[in-house]
């Protein structure tokens, strides 16, 4: 028999702790709570405060995540542990529920335990995991990438313009500061990860879906282009002749977009490709541009996708740079390759999702997020939400306490399938 998700969750509850972290804001800049700001420290201190209401161990771990425990009972032997987790920092000037909506989902699985009285035969760990968006350090997903060995001295010892640097603000915020010298101890012992958050996206709403089960969380990939011809003065440099680096650029520009659009209609899985900075020198208005460099962010399901246009770009800027008498060089920044979501737990968060009568698809996340990390390290998953409009990362993004409530239902649920 279905059960209605209310039996789960208390949508009053959700929409009153979302409440209380919106009002954790830079008051001129809702909803602004950066990472290592007071503002990120009151929420860290007012989410400590509900996890131990709530009877949860808590510490901060060497990577300064905030881990709330629910202890296995003590005649468990060797228990394992499952994460629920996700963040409550936020980009500037962000939302209310990019982060904060699967905190609070975790929070929500607690309550429903200790209303039922029920043991599960594993810890449980709710965790803010620390600075999940990307910071004036260049780094995301700072507590996810600690847990799976992945931050290191190079990022640690980057320094912002104000001097603050990077490892100091972590160990003043309960962690160590120190690269991790691997995965976090424990990780043969966690059997899952999981994380709901809103789907930044307007698929679910759309089709009026109520979870989407996430397949595989794209790699970023990000290449600098730098074109570079002769700067001239503008009145006298003659048409004939110029090698302008910005029309060979804007010629890039749009030969891009053309390739990504070709590829991502053949691609059924997620694929965008954006070039979203660019720099033009000396960037006179009487002179023609001597040189331009932009910064091309790829993010892929499939790598076939990315190599194939990445070879078509190539291909393709050779026959500009000749044609316009510029030079282009493409270099790539960095590389990540796709994590896939673990096969067994999307089936379980499906089952889960049937049994409370939720309608479900599966999807691609358009955005990075710290279950990328943490899936190399552990069976991991996610599960979206929708968002009105498919905003985000702004004022308006909204979401439904109902459509948390949903989401938390299909957690417990999969809690409970695991527990047995
Ligand atoms: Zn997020």
Redesign the pocket.
Known sequence: MTKHFNTYSEPNRIAEAVEALAELTEPQRPFTRLVFSPEFSRARQWLQERFEAAGLECQIDAGGSLIGTRKAPAASESPGKIIIG??VDTVPAGGRF??IA?VVAGLEAIHFLNAQRIDLPFDLEIVDFLG??LNVWGTSCLGSRHMAGLLTDDILDRVDQDGRRLGDEIERIGGTGKPASGPRPDAQSILACLEL??E?SDRLETDQIDIGIVTDIPGISRYSITVTGSAGHSGTTRMEGRRDALVTASDIIMTAREIARSIAAQDNRHFVATIGRIEVYPNGAATVPGEVKMILDLRASNEHSRDMFMEQLHAASLETSRRESCDVGIERISEASVAHMDDALRQRLARSADHLGLSHINLSSG?G?DMAHMSRIAPSAMIFIPCKGGLSHCPEELTTPDAIARGSAVLIRTLLDMAG
Do not use: L, V, Y
């Open positions: 996700s963040h990019d982060g699967g999940e968006e958050h809103i930044q955005a997020h």
